[in-house]
Structure formats: C-alpha cells, structure tokens
C-alpha cells in the first residue's frame, strides 16, 4: 500500500517536472529551437491543430528557423498564427518556406523572462508539495484505518520527504540551467 502511494505521489511529481519543461520550451532565448513554436495552432480545414502535424519546423541558423508546410495552401495561415501568437515573432515566406527570425533579447526582456521562468518553477514546486500533502494524508488515512502501523506510516511519509526533495532539486537545477540559458548574451 505504501509503495502504491509512493508511486501514484512519484508520477504526479514527475508530471509537475514535465510541465516545468514545457513551460521553459515556451520561453524563448535568443537562439532559435523548434520547441518554441510548440504552442502554435494553425486553422487547419476547420480544426485546430499544432503546427508541427502540418509543417516540419528547423533551425536554419542560430537565430532563424525555418517552417516548410506540407501543403502550399497554408502558407498565409501559419505565417498568421505565428504572428498571432504571444512569442513576439515577425515571420518572412520566401517561396514555399517560412523564415521567423529570433528578435535579440534586450537585458529588460531578459529580465522579464528570467522572472515568468521562475514563476514557472514555483508554479512546479507547488504541484509537487501538493503530491506531497496528498501522499501524506493517504498514509495517515491507513493508519486510522488500522491498515499500517504509525511505524509505517513515518517511514512512508520520510519515503515521500525524501522523493520530494529529490524532485525540487531537480527542479531547481532546471530553473538555473534557463535562467543562465536567458542571461547568456
């Protein structure tokens, strides 16, 4: 039963973690990924659908990347709904390709963005401390119940502690990791 618990409070830890990254990929540095082009949906036959199911997204260069739709037609709708999207992007099409060149960052937008990241991270501190809580109230849950014993139940809720700590760590060193990643010129 421990162990059950323990498990169910790691994955919801894991997908706190998984939603960090994601969050991160939405924050642009200064050099092109793909990843940050994640968030945008194309009109697509009347459906809503990511741009990377209708086009392939690369990086041509450090600071450029590159949308080849799949089909000729959609041209016009990624180039709006890159530019209708919150990133601050200015996409160019030449020919059947859509450049979108990175703006350079200045150090009060870099600030700005070094901040929503780590909103972003305490936003994932706060979903694993909640795994947490709950993991806790299901071990005293047993114990009331008479399935556990107090003994096991402080050794499942140090298991818990412990699994815990380890994913702030790790969500900590994902914060640093963007924060030097923005701050870098």
Excluded at 50 to 60: G, H, I, T
Excluded at 95 to 113: H, K, S, Y
Excluded at 151 to 158: A, I, N, S
């Amino acid at each position: 039963m421990i162990d059950d618990i323990k498990a169910d409070a790691e994955k919801r830890m894991k997908k706190s973690l998984e939603a960090l990254s994601s969050a991160f990929n939405k924050i642009r540095t200064g050099r092109a990924h793909p990843a940050i082009l994640d968030s945008v949906h194309v009109n697509y036959y009347g459906q809503d659908t990511p741009l990377k199911q209708v086009a392939s997204v690369n990086v041509e260069d450090n600071r450029t990347l590159t949308v080849s739709p799949w089909e000729k037609n959609l041209i016009p709708t990624i180039e709006k709904a890159i530019m209708s999207s919150d990133l601050g992007l200015n996409p160019a099409t030449s020919g059947d390709i859509i450049r979108v060149p990175m703006p350079m960052l200045t150090e009060e937008t870099r600030r700005e963005m070094v901040k929503q990241a780590k909103h972003d991270a305490e936003n994932a501190r706060v979903g694993i401390r909640n795994a947490r809580r709950d993991a806790n109230n299901d071990l005293k849950e047993l114990e009331k119940e008479k399935e556990i014993t107090e003994d096991d139940q402080r050794r499942g809720e140090d298991l818990i502690q412990k699994l815990t700590d380890q994913y702030i760590v790790e969500v900590d060193k994902a914060l640093k990791a963007k924060e030097d990643d923005l701050m870098a010129v």
